[in-house]
């Protein structure tokens, strides 16, 4: 069997050690020889690679291993790159977060405000990555899930529209696992599903099981009940909870569909503020940091420590396996069913051609093709070329460094009640990410 070599562009990332063990744990379908590490922070990436190192070194001898700051040394001889950047880190994070809020506007990670933040300071880290691979190693594919997902990849789609990237998000899947529990079955890998949308902005509207049974009509009564949260959920985050179950108010908007969680941004802005605002100075990002963060290092520190991984801290990260299906799938031309983000053109029929939707592909060794969705109901059609149209102008602000492309995106957003509002977050958002950002005139 082929053996394949990955580098992990984020290689300081909290998620690194979870995907390293994942990788480990799949070996019998997607063998690696090589596993790099590659970050543009080097006292950050060694602290996670050390321990990376003597994980490695007791589970998997044969697995070369190494790590890098340096492009020419993370990027040559690899067939894939898996990036989860981050640009600016927590730090930035948080601002993106609480920004807005000041505004009385809710801040997100992906959504919002906040998510363009962040767009604009991905869009030059994850095509840098992208052209670092087309150096050094110009046949391997890019598989990205750096956020937000749905701008970096219109991003990819205007300024390197022939590079062998996919975009992918892992929220469909962790919601299917939700699904198929409340279905009965044993993994979402036993399901068939027809969905349609943008990246963190979707809706499925079909789900079978192996012999073709319709399992819409039991995951919506139970999603009318108690939203996506099920029986396993004891030892979920509140946070995430509180999303599974925000569901059932989501689903009610519109119950000839399930909605993906990230449409409470959307539809219900004034609730997650209000929710929000009551900790203004404990966002989301300083959750992650006082607990992931936190946690990941310090098991990081232990291992070195200690000089072994027996018995460490590092959880393998199956919810991650996604990536795996991707690269598995790419490498052995498996023609696989995954939801990816990529150019309409066609398959939601009453759509803007150009836009990057998130739909079923069936992917193999020559990339993916796109399946077929036909027409979309117009509420869905409707919210999605709003938010399409924020993605495309925050992708022209990038290019032509225009302020005015970047206030009508904000403006647009649903998330945000007027232009004068938009323009006093945007303002306050150029100054913090000064040095992140193109300069906008
Ligand atoms: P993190 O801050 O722990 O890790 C990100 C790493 O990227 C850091 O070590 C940082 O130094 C590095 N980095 C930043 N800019 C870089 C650049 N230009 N070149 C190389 N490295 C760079 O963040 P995290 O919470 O572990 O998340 C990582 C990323 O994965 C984020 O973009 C997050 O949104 C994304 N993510 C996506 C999905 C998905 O489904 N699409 C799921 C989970 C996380
Ligand atoms: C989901 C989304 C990702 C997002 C993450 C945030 O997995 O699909 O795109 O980055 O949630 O999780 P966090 O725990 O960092 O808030
Ligand atoms: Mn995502």
Redesign the pocket.
């Known amino acids: 069997m082929k053996k394949s070599s990955v580098v992990i562009?984020?290689?300081?990332?909290?998620?690194t050690p979870g995907i390293v063990l994942m990788l480990l744990e799949h070996q019998d379908r997607f063998p690696v020889r090589q596993i790099k590490l590659?970050?543009?922070?080097a006292e950050?990436?060694k602290k996670i690679a050390e321990a990376c190192r003597i994980l490695l070194a007791e589970r998997a001898p044969d697995i070369a291993f190494s790590y890098s700051v340096r492009p020419e040394e993370a990027f040559s001889d690899v067939d894939f790159v898996m990036a989860?950047?981050?640009?600016g880190?927590?730090a930035m994070r948080e601002k993106d977060e609480k920004i807005p809020m000041r505004h009385g506007v809710l801040g997100q990670?992906t959504c919002g405000p906040g998510g363009i933040a962040y767009g604009m300071r991905s869009i030059g880290?994850v095509i840098?990555?992208l052209d670092y691979m087309e150096k050094y190693s110009p046949d391997a594919w890019m598989l990205n899930?750096?956020?937000p997902?749905a701008i970096v990849a219109e991003a990819c789609r205007r300024l390197r529209p022939c590079s062998r990237v996919i975009n992918?998000?892992?929220?469909p899947v962790g919601i299917e696992e939700r699904m198929a529990e409340i279905a009965g079955l044993k993994s979402r890998r036993e399901m068939t599903v027809r969905y349609y949308g943008l990246n963190h902005f979707g809706w499925w509207c079909d789900i079978r099981d192996r012999d073709g049974n319709d399992l819409m009509p039991a995951i919506k009564a139970h999603v009318a009940g108690c939203g996506y949260v099920v029986d396993s959920d004891a030892g979920t985050e509140p946070d995430w909870r509180e999303t599974f179950a925000k569901a059932r108010d989501v689903y009610a908007v519109d119950p000839d569909t399930l909605p993906n969680t990230y449409l409470k941004y959307y539809l219900f802005p004034d609730y997650v503020f209000r929710h929000d605002s009551r900790h203004p100075e404990h966002t989301r990002a300083s959750e992650?940091m006082e607990h992931r963060?936190k946690e990941v290092f310090a098991a990081a520190a232990d291992i070195v420590a200690r000089g072994t991984a027996a018995g460490c801290g590092f959880h393998s990260d199956e919810h991650a396996s996604y990536i795996v299906d991707l690269a598995e799938a790419i490498a052995f031309n498996r023609q696989a069913r995954m939801l990816l983000i990529v150019e309409n053109d066609g398959a939601i029929s009453n759509f803007a051609s150009d836009a990057m939707v998130e739909i079923p592909c069936l992917v193999g060794s020559a990339g993916y093709e796109k399946i077929s969705i036909g027409r979309i109901p117009l509420f869905q059609k409707g919210l999605m070329e709003q938010q399409v149209a924020v993605e495309k102008l925050v992708v022209d602000a990038w290019i032509n460094g225009s302020y005015q492309a970047l206030w009508q995106a904000i403006t647009l957003s649903r998330t945000v009640p007027s232009a004068s509002v938009a323009k006093a977050i945007l303002d306050d958002l150029i100054e913090a990410n000064r040095g992140y950002w193109p300069e906008l005139k």
């Open positions: 562009a984020g290689g300081g990332s909290t998620f590659y970050d543009n922070d950050r990436q989860h950047i981050r640009v880190k927590y990670e880290g840098e990555i899930y750096s956020n997902a992918i998000c892992d929220m992650v963060e």
